[in-house]
């Protein structure tokens, strides 16, 4: 509850234990767990301070000139370290804590203009920053503090829009505003290749999913009412070359909608989903054995946000609407969420077994089930909760 | 001079003119003679002959022409004279002569004149050709100097156009570093209020945190109902210079350890690319080394490989051992060979093009496209192979699958049985044709044998026969009176040895009365007695009889045949018998004496 800075905690195995925290005058701004689950980070108005409070001991500590910035704060991935993106006297500082105990490890200074996020590798060696969006650049530190490689692409446009770095740790995708992925390799931290992202689909070798919407009326569905419930909708292979829908960006006004703004590897590094704004109703999905595209899927809304599977190469996909699709490299479906009215599936967020899903709507949220029968994935039973 | 146009003056005027003439000199005379000859052709030609002279003035007639001959060289005509005062007389053989020389004369200018024509005609045609290929060179070079012209033009216009956009792209890329100037010089700036503004933020972050904190109106707490553990159970620790020393060495090891792990990794990567470039490498030997034990032209390529190989080789061992390290030298040295090995594979794959672009070159396009054809037929056969080896498969799956789905023992033996008992079935029968066939080619054998056997026997008694009736007959030979001149010169026609001759000599009287006798029937039924009955000697007595009605040099004919096949049969060769056909050459003899041969040549191999 951001607006009275108040956090609140429950326990899942023991419904009386409760928990409190009040920020008071502070202000609450962003709150979250550390990967230990005994800590909570909460990070006060203005980004004054980062406070840590401890659920074990019930002390504080702080963290002071937090960086306010689009992903100040990456935890690694085996929960060691804590990187913290700081700004002192307009200088970019990055300190890296140890989560065991909360003691700084190292701290040093980055050569960005106005650092705008920071992300470990999965093996908790590497931690890439990059730099705002005025500037193309990606710095990749060591864990102990040293620069291993800049990278910088072009100049004097818009530069870095999302980050993402494969699960293997060997390919670290960057996606700018121009419309392109950058793929750089771990060994020499140089460019492997570029993925484009325009319009028209020409390649013979991709097979372009375009959802479908399966009107009950005619050919044409000329609906006189509107239909109580969203229609049941089907993917349906389009013809390559096909072209997809684009949106064209207002470009005198802030955050325009360009660039790849959503980037994701599937746990097995082999492919990566990807979405250009500038297309925002299609996924494209690479294959990075071969370092191409290989599935475009086109959905009837813009696509809010895609997730992979954590166990295998799975993608669910939701678009605002009442439906959830999901792909895999055997095929993809559309899966309609029961209830009555409408439930707008605004965010996913799949379970670490890949066996659930859990679909949030603005005030709701229901659990997708996967059964996994012999041969048949993705039959989902859907239970639902508030 | 005179009215030469008026050709119908009347003779003695002509005439008169003539001979008023004859005293003037001879060129004018000449002038006007030719004149005169070149109008009448188109006009009274005959009437000129008869302008010339007529019956009155023959005399002079003679004497111009002879004046004009003489000066012309000719013979004089008259005869030679006698004396001053004497009538010449008019030499008639000079005067043919004359005409004669005056003939060829006229032939020669009109062959003269004719070739003049030809030639003429020729060297007008010549000129009109060479005038076209004139006026059409003209037109050529004009046209190509327009051309010329044109292209001139284009090019210029071109160039223009390649300085025009020259100059575009520079002001282009001057506009652009401009542009990159203002940016950068706007970042800086940007940068530099970006700075003062956080600053002035930066302050007031401050100012405000230190007033609302001072305020203290709520308390910053936390509620907890109790303590949660810690999430490795253990208990926590104090913060000391210990724990971070502790903290610093994790994080080394962490690191060392990923290092470590992709230094593996990278071992890894490289021990195969390694194998895997030595197999490249020995592949690669292997592929041209067979070129070095055939002799061929390209020697170069073998001492290549000659002493590729002979570099390799003592280092081959030594380098394997060495597989494990890494250093320069040895990463060096295989590169080197791998290159050295791929050269000189490129360049042999580069001779073996040429050699097929050579050949192709000759035969280009048949030999293309019959290879084409070659090609898809080849595909199409080894398609419906393919579909009967398919077929094939499925017919065994489903047998073998009758045989191991065996529901009883029983059904499953009697089924083999049954399989077996087909089997044997077909064997047996092809057994028994087989027997069959070899009882008939037995008995074939015998008969053959038989055949010859008879041959032999009917052979001996013929011979005997014969020389029974030639002792007869030479008992017989002193009771005839000796032959006309006749027999004599047929015998004379006929080669052999003077026994032979004596012997048809003989025989032919013997013959006679046969034949007179209408002995043809009697002659065969004779030959038939002696000889037994075979198909060979059979055809051989029908051959004669068809012979014996022909006339006595046939019969003569054939009766060297009958002493020579005894001839021949004592000598045994078949070769007798072809000359026994030259002499005798109807087709009848021909016939039989081939029938003859074969059974001949029969009885000599079935001894």
Redesign the interface.
């Known amino acids: 509850m951001y607006k009275r800075g108040l956090v609140q905690v429950w326990s899942l195995e023991q419904p009386e234990w409760h928990c409190r925290i009040d920020e008071g005058s502070a202000g609450l701004v962003a709150s979250c767990w550390s990967p230990d689950g005994r800590h909570i980070l909460n990070t006060t108005e203005f980004h004054l301070r980062i406070t840590v409070w401890s659920l074990c001991t019930k002390s504080v500590s702080y963290i002071k000139y937090p960086k306010a910035c689009q992903q100040g704060i990456a935890f690694s991935r085996d929960g060691r370290y804590l990187a913290v993106a700081e700004r002192r006297d307009c200088k970019d500082y990055v300190s890296i804590f140890v989560c065991s105990n909360w003691q700084l490890l190292r701290h040093f200074d980055t050569d960005t203009q106005d650092l705008a996020g920071i992300e470990w590798a999965p093996n908790g060696c590497v931690l890439a920053v990059w730099d705002t969006c005025l500037e193309y650049k990606v710095l990749l530190y060591s864990l102990d503090g040293r620069l291993l490689a800049a990278y910088c692409a072009y100049e004097w446009s818009l530069g870095i829009k999302s980050v993402a770095w494969s699960p293997s740790s060997q390919f670290l995708a960057v996606g700018s505003y121009d419309g392109k992925v950058r793929i750089l390799n771990h060994v020499t931290w140089k460019m492997l290749t570029e993925f484009g992202h325009p319009a028209a689909v020409g390649d013979p070798r991709v097979v372009v999913y375009k959802e479908a919407e399966k009107s009950p009326r005619g050919l044409l569905g000329r609906p006189t009412c509107p239909p109580p419930r969203a229609a049941e909708s089907k993917y349906e292979i389009a013809a390559v070359p096909a072209t997809l829908q684009t949106l064209k960006p207002a470009a005198d006004r802030a955050n325009p909608k360009i660039g790849i703004g959503a980037l994701a590897f599937s746990p097995d590094s082999y492919f990566l989903a990807t979405r250009n704004d500038n297309v925002p109703n299609a996924v494209w999905v690479w294959d990075i054995q071969k370092l191409r595209l290989f599935v475009v899927l086109e959905q009837l809304f813009p696509v809010r946000s895609f997730q992979w599977d954590p166990q295998q190469p799975r993608l669910a996909i939701c678009s605002g609407g009442s439906k959830v699709y999901l792909w895999s490299p055997a095929g993809c479906v559309s899966v309609q969420v029961p209830g009555e009215g409408d439930f707008q599936v605004l965010a996913l967020c799949w379970h670490l077994s890949g066996d659930s899903l859990a679909l949030l709507s603005k005030d709701h949220f229901c659990l997708c089930f996967l059964e996994t029968e012999d041969g048949d994935t993705a039959r989902g039973k859907l239970g639902s909760h508030t | 001079m005179g009215d030469w146009m008026t050709v119908t003056d009347p003779e003695s005027k002509n005439i008169s003119q003539y001979t008023s003439e004859t005293k003037m000199s001879p060129s004018s005379l000449y002038s006007q003679q030719v004149l005169c000859s070149s109008i009448p052709l188109s006009k009274n030609v005959h009437s000129f002959f008869s302008a010339f002279c007529t019956e009155e003035n023959i005399e002079q007639s003679i004497s111009y022409l002879d004046q004009e001959l003489t000066t012309f060289g000719f013979p004089s005509l008259y005869e030679e004279s006698k004396g001053k005062e004497t009538k010449r007389e008019l030499n008639i053989v000079a005067v043919l002569n004359c005409m004669n020389e005056l003939l060829i004369l006229q032939r020669k200018n009109l062959l003269a004149q004719e070739n003049v024509e030809t030639q003429n005609l020729k060297l007008g045609s010549d000129m009109d050709h060479l005038q076209n290929c004139y006026a059409k060179l003209k037109e050529q070079l004009e046209t190509s100097r327009r051309e010329m012209i044109g292209l001139q033009e284009r090019d210029r216009q071109l160039q223009c156009k390649n300085r025009n956009l020259h100059q575009l792209l520079k002001n282009e890329k001057d506009e652009v570093q401009k542009l990159?100037n203002i940016?950068a010089s706007r970042?800086t700036q940007y940068?530099h209020d970006?700075?003062r503004k956080?600053?002035e933020y930066n302050k007031l972050?401050e100012r405000?945190?230190q007033l609302?904190?001072n305020?203290k109106?709520?308390?910053?707490?936390?509620?907890?109902?109790?303590?949660?553990?810690?999430?490795?159970g253990k208990r926590?620790?104090w913060?000391t210079g210990k724990?971070?020393a502790r903290?610093?060495d994790?994080?080394?090891k962490?690191?060392l350890n990923?290092y470590e792990y992709?230094q593996k990794q990278?071992l890894m990567e490289n021990a195969e690319l390694k194998k895997v470039l030595q197999q490249m490498k020995k592949e690669m030997i292997s592929l041209l080394s067979p070129q070095k034990q055939k002799p061929r032209e390209r020697a170069d390529d073998s001492t290549g490989t000659v002493f590729s190989d002979a570099e390799e080789d003592p280092g081959e061992l030594g380098r394997e051992s060495m597989w494990d390290l890494s250093c320069e030298t040895v990463r060096e040295q295989l590169t080197n060979s791998i290159r050295k090995q791929w050269r000189i594979l490129k360049s042999h794959v580069e001779k073996l093009d040429n050699q097929v672009s050579k050949v192709h070159l000759e035969g280009f396009h048949d030999e293309d496209v019959i290879s084409r054809q070659d090609h898809e037929e080849e595909t199409e056969k080894l398609e419906l192979e393919i579909q009967q080896c398919k077929e094939m498969i499925k017919t065994q799956q489903q047998l073998l699958q009758q045989l191991a789905t065996a529901c009883d023992d029983d059904t499953t033996s009697l089924l083999r049985d049954c399989y077996l008992l087909e089997e044997k079935e077909r064997l047996k029968e092809e057994w028994s044709l087989f027997k069959e066939q070899k009882k008939n080619f037995e008995k074939e054998r015998r008969s053959f044998t038989e055949a010859a056997i008879r041959l032999g026997l009917e052979r001996k008694a013929f011979e005997e026969e014969r020389a029974s009736w030639l002792k007869q007959q030479f008992l017989n030979m002193t009771t005839f009176d000796h032959q006309n001149s006749e027999n004599v010169r047929l015998s004379s026609a006929f080669s052999g040895s003077s026994d032979r001759d004596n012997l048809t000599v003989h025989s032919r009287p013997r013959q006679k009365p046969f034949r007179v006798s209408g002995g043809s029937p009697v002659c065969t039924s004779k030959l038939t007695k002696s000889l037994p009955a075979s198909p060979s000697t059979s055809d051989f007595c029908q051959t004669r009889s068809c012979v014996s009605e022909h006339s006595s040099i046939n019969v003569l004919n054939v009766t060297p045949e009958e002493t020579k096949p005894s001839q021949a049969g004592r000598e045994g060769a078949s070769q007798k018998w072809s000359v026994a056909s030259r002499p005798a050459s109807q087709e009848g003899c021909c016939g039989c004496s081939l029938t003859y041969t074969n059974s001949h040549a029969e009885k000599d191999d079935l001894p």
């Open positions: 990159q940016i970042a940068n970006m700075k956080e600053r972050k405000l945190h609302v904190m305020k109106d709520r308390k910053i707490a936390m509620e907890v109902l109790n303590y949660v553990g810690r999430a490795d926590g620790s913060r724990s971070e903290n610093e994790e994080m080394y962490i690191l990923d992709r990278i």
